[in-house]
């Protein structure tokens, strides 16, 4: 079922937040209540002149707005770039699985999920940027998706703005970053408790 991942994942981050995070940590609240609103909205759409558009990549487009609108103006215009790089990725692998399935030797999502994060990395390298990660992502599939739809509308095609399917695309992205912070953090644990380790025999 389509949407079964994108929903697995909110539940999973808002149990984390809810009961798993420290309750002073400045981001508990917003996380949390990000959650639920998305998945809430998860079965409902809107008619916007020939397309229907489901509520979830509308509430998405909001808070990237939202998070893009406190950066600095130099941050923007490379959050521009880097939103509109990657939501050409988005519609071309898009495209090119409609027109010419034969190409895809691997299922469509995860060719687009894999790009995303390989792209969010080299756009912001840094492991402190992985928040600027999560919202280039979040960006630049909105702007994919319509990248996608609009052609498709074109040439007759009917397609849902943000349905499922996106939103699976979407969390898989998420998915591999928020794992690949994980193991980075475990990294980082493991290397700190081995360079204490060696310090307390040095003293010895």
Known sequence: MDGVFYLWLLWGIWTYTTFLLRK????????????????????????????????????????????????????????????????????????????????????????ISLSFVLVSFFFYSHSSLYQLRIIAIGGSSVIGDFFLGIPLYKVGFSYSLGGPEYLDIVALSIGLLLALKAVEELNQFVYFKTETNKGEMKNL
């Not at 209540?33 to 079965?43: A, K, M, R, S």
């Not at 130099?74 to 050409?88: A, C, F």
């Open 24 to 111: 002073s940590h400045p981001d508990r609240f917003q996380l949390s209540f990000i959650c639920l609103v998305l998945i809430c909205v998860f079965p409902y759409g809107l008619k916007i002149g020939p397309f229907e558009v489901a509520l979830p990549i509308i509430v998405l487009a909001l808070i990237c707005i939202l998070y893009i609108r406190k950066l600095s103006l130099k941050q923007k215009l490379y959050m521009l770039v880097v939103v509109m790089t990657m939501g050409m990725i988005y519609g071309g692998i898009g495209l090119l699985s409609i027109y010419d399935p034969v190409l895809m030797f691997v299922d469509r999502d995860f060719i």
